[in-house]
Nanobody, 123 residues
Framework: VQLQASGGGLVQTGGSLRLSCAASGLTFSAYGMGWFRQAPGKDREFVAAISRGGSGTNYADSVKGRFTISRDNANNTVYLRMNSLKPEDTAVYYC?????????????????WGQGTQVTVSS
C-alpha cells in the first residue's frame, strides 16, 4: 500500500493550497481517508476525514470553514483544499487510510500512512 501526498509549498497568510494524496495497492473505496498534520515539536493532530463514499466529513475545529476534504474514488485520490491559511497551519501534512466507518480523529484508528508534504505559511 502506498499513499503519496503532494501539493505542499510556501504560501503567504491568507493564501490557498490544495493537497492531493494518491493511493495504490488497496481498494480505495473501502477505506475512509484522513488528513493529519504535525508541526515541529508538537504531536500529530487531526485535520479532516472523509467517509468511504465521500458523503460524510469530519473536521478539526481549527480548520472548519477554511479547509475542505474531498475524494475521487475513480482516481484513488483524496484532496484537502486549504483556504485562508494562517501561520499556525504550518506543518507537515499526512494522509492516512482507515477501515473504520466513523471518520475517526485519532491516529491509532488509521492503518496506512503517507510520507507527508510540507506546508509553510509565512506571515
Amino acid at each position: 500500500v502506498q499513499l503519496q501526498a503532494s501539493g505542499g509549498g510556501l504560501v503567504q497568510t491568507g493564501g490557498s493550497l490544495r493537497l492531493s494524496c494518491a493511493a495504490s495497492g488497496l481498494t480505495f473505496s473501502a477505506y475512509g481517508m484522513g488528513w493529519f498534520r504535525q508541526a515541529p515539536g508538537k504531536d500529530r493532530e487531526f485535520v479532516a476525514a472523509i467517509s468511504r463514499g465521500g458523503s460524510g466529513t469530519n473536521y478539526a475545529d481549527s480548520v472548519k470553514g477554511r479547509f475542505t476534504i474531498s475524494r475521487d474514488n475513480a482516481n484513488n485520490t483524496v484532496y484537502l483544499r486549504m483556504n485562508s491559511l494562517k501561520p499556525e497551519d504550518t506543518a507537515v501534512y499526512y494522509c492516512a487510510a482507515t477501515t473504520l466507518m466513523t471518520m475517526p480523529s485519532s491516529t491509532p484508528r488509521y492503518k496506512y500512512w503517507g510520507q507527508g508534504t510540507q506546508v509553510t505559511v509565512s506571515s
